[in-house]
């Protein structure tokens, strides 16, 4: 059975009011009444507001005639719909009980079905008479809590830390909103109204507090917005799917800009997600028909000018745009399947697809901790940090790089990633990875990068820079999100848009459900970059996580997320045919124990079969939290033997050796391999690691019992005391470091 949903038209209201200063005559909207009566919504706001000030002020007309000349071209087929300012009713000073009484009574016998009542602060007292009056007089009391956001204080600076200073605590937060629903519910409302008379609200934000209202209070919820900033539209479709039950529209003429989304769009909407609205859209055709010549009209009378209109739309015989149809599949189709990741001197440069069929590998990105050669685990001081780009240098299983996280005690933390990336690009010899902490940051990490290779230019045609942008929570953009999507595309810079979902958190439980929203996630970012770019290079970034029922801690380790990152690379790959990447290596284990090891070569050999283009996570340990020189060494080992698996195997005559086989079982039953052609042709194939052990246990006692751990940490002394294999020549250190100042000077409040 189909979801109902009910529709609230604003047009005649706040739909004239937010686009032409509420100057819509009574004879215009006498020109749209005979159609309203067969368009079946569930309400039509057609007073309160500007309404009666604008009709009386400015068009000499009665208020009172509008409602009831409405009224009795509508009857009851829509319930008539007011928006009052609570004790201030339609003016901007309180009233006395005795003038709401006698209000609320004249409106309701004049024909109003719906008072919408609200209080610009949430005062609850201020809607409590006109709650009682509409309800006494048998009207249905419509309670709206009123959204709005905290203001943005700048962040505190360490000395006003150290003196105990702080920023005052959230008010609006979702207990706040949900609290004065209630207090409104007690009072006796009918209804609740989400009102965010501005359009601030996200979408997420509105599926959050749609499905807390619904799951706490027991009366119908509607939403109301606005779409000034642009995604009014996607906040609407998004308190329909969280199942609000009536959501604010506008006729096409009227819609949309800084009023409400159109009807005709949430009917398509609607229509493709199963939910009927019961809405006559052959009416709503004819309405828009005379809205369209009311709406030059009003340009001309209140604005004196011709402004442009939307094209014509009517879902019951027009299709959406072809060009809006195709844009998913044209940015697809836009994503290039074979591209480079430079690095800076071309030593590591990295094609996509790989030519032999290898997966590439890069770092741990972002993790705060290092555990060093002594085995102590701290945060990360500027020179491990140095140590740790000399010895990626000189990993062979390694191709690219991520940045680590320097602690704030030694980098400013309004600036650690510009610093960072500095020094990456000064003793990096691979492509690095970018991971901006903050949307101011983004600019002046493509400087940077720029200034490397000696301008925007060669950046664009070599990008020895590539960025990550993350969608946290799913399916949620952050200005720091689409400041990198937007910069990147500006600057040709190569993306991996990634998704970092946690199974059981903010995705579903299940490996199938997380694996849909991070593939969701992840082609939403596709379609903006290749939008903005086509044939920008992409590289499918889905990270996943899951929690632990038990103990509530994040994973990354366990089987079931491991077949979610399967899905996501087979989807990508094969589905798509765009390079993916997810995490090859990792743990959840706190040191180099058992459990890590057991963890991360179970992952890696699961996640080598797969069709993934890059496996990431060499040298993390602790859920990504921690990196290791002595674990990046060991799991260069890991990861030959992962491209051993990768490559597979050839059969044919050559490799089972069917001749010698044949010919020597014959002569001699007891025909040994060891001394044939065949062998000495190939006994050099099999991949043999570097520091395993393979000589028995009278050689490896003899030799001191070394054990893997022994040999990574000589090899790490060895590694370290060899000279380094890159450093950016000097005058384009110098220019990095001239970025440098800029970022400090802009970033650093301190």
């Known amino acids: 059975m189909a979801r109902n949903l009910k529709i609230r038209d604003l047009t005649l209201r706040d739909g004239q009011q937010s686009s032409f200063a509420t100057r819509m005559n009574q004879e215009q909207i006498d020109r749209c009444l005979p159609f309203y009566k067969d368009a079946n919504f569930y309400a039509m706001e057609v007073w309160g507001g500007a309404v009666p000030d604008s009709v009386m002020r400015y068009l000499n007309e009665n208020p009172w005639t509008r409602l009831e000349t409405i009224y009795k071209a509508v009857g009851d087929v829509s319930k008539l719909t007011a928006l009052s300012r609570g004790r201030n009713l339609f003016g901007y000073s309180p009233y006395t009980d005795e003038i709401i009484d006698g209000f609320c009574r004249n409106s309701i016998q004049s024909g109003l079905g719906i008072m919408r009542i609200f209080d610009a602060l949430n005062d609850v007292d201020n809607v409590k008479s006109t709650v009682k009056y509409v309800k006494q007089y048998g009207g249905i009391a419509d309670c709206a809590v009123c959204y709005t956001v905290d203001p943005k204080y700048p962040e505190l600076g360490f000395w006003a830390k150290l003196t105990g200073k702080s920023n005052p605590k959230p008010v609006f937060t979702d207990a706040y909103f949900l609290d004065k629903a209630k207090q409104m519910a007690a009072l006796g409302a009918d209804m609740i109204t989400i009102k965010d008379m501005s359009g601030l609200i996200p979408p997420r934000r509105v599926a959050t507090l749609v499905r807390l209202f619904k799951k706490n209070l027991s009366i119908p919820v509607d939403f109301h917005t606005h779409c000034t900033p642009g995604y009014g539209l996607a906040s609407v479709l998004s308190a329909i799917i969280a199942g609000v039950d009536v959501v604010d529209t506008n006729c096409w003429y009227f819609a949309e800009g800084t009023g409400a989304p159109a009807i005709e769009l949430i009917h398509v909407f609607c229509k493709k997600l199963g939910i009927e609205t019961g809405v006559n859209m052959e009416a709503v055709a004819k309405i828009n028909t005379q809205l369209r010549d009311i709406r030059k009209e009003l340009n001309q009378s209140v604005f004196g000018v011709e402004k442009p209109e939307p094209k014509a739309f009517n879902p019951l015989t027009d299709t959406l745009p072809d060009e809006i149809d195709a844009l998913f599949d044209k940015a697809i189709a836009a994503v290039p399947a074979e591209f480079t990741l430079y690095s800076p001197d071309g030593k590591h440069d990295l094609k996509f697809p790989s030519p032999d069929g290898r997966f590439y590998t890069r770092t741990c990105t972002g993790a705060p901790n290092y555990r060093n050669i002594k085995n102590e685990t701290h945060y990360i001081k500027p020179e491990e940090e140095h140590e740790w780009y000399h010895l990626t240098n000189k990993m062979e299983n390694l191709d690219y790089v991520t940045l680590p996280s320097v602690s704030g005690e030694y980098y400013p933390g309004d600036a650690i990633d510009v610093y960072v990336l500095a020094d990456a690009l000064k003793l990096s010899g691979k492509h690095i990875w970018i991971q901006p902490y903050e949307a101011d940051n983004v600019q002046f990490l493509i400087d940077m990068a720029a200034a490397a290779v000696g301008g925007y230019d060669k950046l664009r045609e070599r990008p020895i ?85 038990q103990s509530t801690y994040t994973l990354q380790s366990n089987t079931e997320i491991t077949f979610a990152r399967l899905i996501c690379m087979d989807l990508f790959e094969r589905g798509y045919n765009i390079r993916a990447h997810s995490y090859g290596t990792g743990t959840d284990s706190l040191c180099l124990d058992a459990q890590n090891f057991i963890e991360r070569t179970s992952l890696i050999h699961a996640m080598a079969m797969s069709n993934a283009s890059v496996l990431g996570g060499m040298g993390q340990l602790e859920t990504a939290k921690t990196i290791s020189p002595v674990q990046l060494i060991i799991d260069n080992e890991i990861m030959g033997i992962a491209q051993r698996l990768r490559a597979g195997l050839d059969v044919n005559d050559e490799t089972i050796d069917w001749d010698e086989l044949i010919e020597g079982i014959d002569k001699d039953p007891a025909f040994s391999f060891l001394m044939s052609e065949h062998t000495f042709r190939h006994f050099e194939e099999p991949h043999r690691p570097d520091m395993f052990n ?11 019992s070394k054990t893997l751990l022994d040999k990574a940490e000589e090899k790490y002394y060895a590694l370290m005391a060899e000279e380094a294999d890159y450093a950016l020549p000097a005058d384009k250190a110098a220019a990095v470091d001239e970025v440098l100042k800029k970022a400090h000077a802009a970033l650093v409040k301190d």
């Open 465 to 549: 820079v590539s960025m990550i942008a993350c969608s946290v929570p799913a399916l949620t953009y952050k200005h720091m999100d689409a400041e990198i999507l937007y910069l990147s595309a500006k600057y040709g810079v190569p993306v991996q848009p990634c998704a970092l979902p946690t199974a059981g958190a903010n995705t579903p439980v299940t490996a199938q459900g997380t694996a849909f929203v991070a593939c969701a996630d992840v082609l939403a970012q596709i379609v903006m970059l290749e939008l903005l770019c086509p044939g920008l290079p992409i590289i499918a970034t889905t990270l996943l996580f899951s929690m632990d029922m």
């Open 694 to 704: 393979r000589d028995g246990v009278v050689r490896w006692e003899r030799e001191g």
